[in-house]
């Protein structure tokens, strides 16, 4: 590769919760190697916990149907002021038309002195959380296929009160190429080579918190896996996008942290040359992604490298992964209040790449914690959209750990979220 190609292929990392210096709230994010047009300019990829679900079916198309939702006002807001230029949103119910009402009253509507913006190009698909299994998948002796009614999302195939609860959708500026899209919403967690699927500590039996009947439907993925190829100018950045469940809320067969563990491992095995050959999409389609091709991961992943509840290593099989650019720990000024807030946990990391680590007066346990790029978690516990506060950062890397310079960082506070955003290159 030429050097000329190398400098014109950045990535920009850009972090913190509400608004940062480029990227948004809620989210570390990444700007993708892009050069578009063969200007070299970077291209932004960014991800956000928006929190922009709803208990019921119906209900965030009816709250997107006039541009005065306070919670949307601010979200999009936040997209405005940072700009991404490829955006995942998580927590987004599945619903075509509301993913459309919220780019015609929101985002290209001005909030608060903002700009408009206006991403010409969307991807939405259906998501497994609220999906009924038929199934006991919780062990407590009822089968719950009823939506909304108590038990239903434990039983669901991803947790939630009703089909699509929890989703995500894809606002881009660049064309997506659908039909090089690809969604992996039915692969089996079973078929998965060495999956760690849950045990039963009850019975002797090795694995056997679900019975075969029930792993013949039980899907891997929680939400869905997307990989969609973006096309900036002549290249193509295949984005890479899922949101794995919260390694909590089980018992002692850790059945969710064990899901999560192989969420995130699908991503690592998908890029790793030769490792996906038994992944198979929802059209059929079989193995990982091409050899040689450009790819940023992002998402809500659930899953920190250094503490949380998710299985030790879980964050690590991206971020310790060979074709991974996982090199550099995003930084501003932005971070450094926090880090001297008493509510704030006491990082091993210098104060310009601080965490946040607070506890909520009603559940003395629980934790809201955001990481830096390229992961992170959030633990929300049972809040309905996070927290107050956090800190921005960002910086601006090379393809293939180059060496790295700096930002303008923005302090930021506001409303939480979590992101886990990764650059890299599979092998040619």
């Avoid at 948004?24 to 679900?53: Q, Y």
């Avoid at 039963?200 to 869905?224: G, I, M, Q």
Wanted: overall charge positive.
């Amino acid at each position: 590769m030429s050097s000329a190609v190398r400098r014109s292929r950045r990535i920009a990392v850009r972090g913190g919760l509400l608004a940062t210096a480029v990227m948004l709230a809620a989210l570390p994010s990444v700007a993708a190697p892009a050069a578009a047009h063969g200007k070299g300019e970077d291209v932004r990829f960014a991800t956000f916990n928006a929190s922009l679900n709803r208990s019921a079916a119906g209900t965030l198309r009816s709250d997107l149907s006039t541009p005065g939702n306070a919670q949307a006002r601010t979200i999009a807001e936040i997209v405005q002021r940072n700009r991404p230029d490829v955006l995942l949103i998580n927590e987004f119910d599945f619903d075509p038309v509301a993913a459309r009402l919220f780019q015609d009253n929101y985002l290209s509507v001005g909030q608060n002195g903002a700009k408009p913006i206006r991403y010409p190009h969307r991807f939405i698909a259906p998501s497994n959380t609220g999906v009924a299994s038929g199934f006991d998948l919780n062990n407590n002796g009822q089968v719950v296929t009823q939506p909304g009614t108590p038990g239903y999302g434990d039983d669901a195939l991803g947790f939630g009160d009703f089909p699509g609860q929890y989703g995500m959708v894809v606002y881009s500026r660049y064309p997506i190429d659908l039909g090089g899209a690809r969604t992996f919403q039915n692969f089996l967690w079973k078929d998965m080579p060495g999956a760690l699927l849950p045990d039963d500590p009850a019975t002797p039996a090795p694995a056997d918190w679900y019975s075969p009947e029930e792993l013949a439907v039980f899907r891997l993925s929680s939400k869905s896996h997307w990989d969609l190829p973006v096309r900036i100018g002549k290249r193509t950045v295949h984005f890479l996008v899922s949101h794995p469940t919260p390694p909590v809320f089980d018992g002692p067969e850790d059945r969710n942290g064990r899901r999560n563990f192989d969420e995130i491992r699908f991503w690592a095995d998908y890029v790793r040359p030769g490792s996906g050959r038994y992944i198979y999409d929802d059209q059929g389609r079989r193995g990982g992604l091409r050899p040689g091709s450009k790819f940023v991961i992002a998402g809500d992943l659930n899953s920190d490298p250094r503490d949380g509840d998710s299985i030790p290593g879980a964050a690590q099989q991206l971020l310790e992964h060979r074709w991974v650019n996982a090199g550099f720990t995003p930084s501003s000024r932005g971070a450094v209040g926090p880090s001297r807030r008493a509510c704030c946990r006491a990082a091993p990391t210098p104060p310009t790449a601080a965490t946040r680590s607070t506890t909520p007066p009603t559940s003395p346990t629980s934790r809201v914690r955001a990481t830096y790029a390229p992961t992170t978690s959030c633990r929300r516990a049972g809040w309905s959209y996070g927290m107050v506060g956090c800190s921005g950062r960002s910086r601006v890397i090379r393809w293939r750990g180059s060496p790295a310079r700096s930002r303008s960082p923005v302090p930021t506070t506001g409303w939480s979220g979590s992101i886990c955003a990764s650059a890299g290159s599979a092998a040619s």
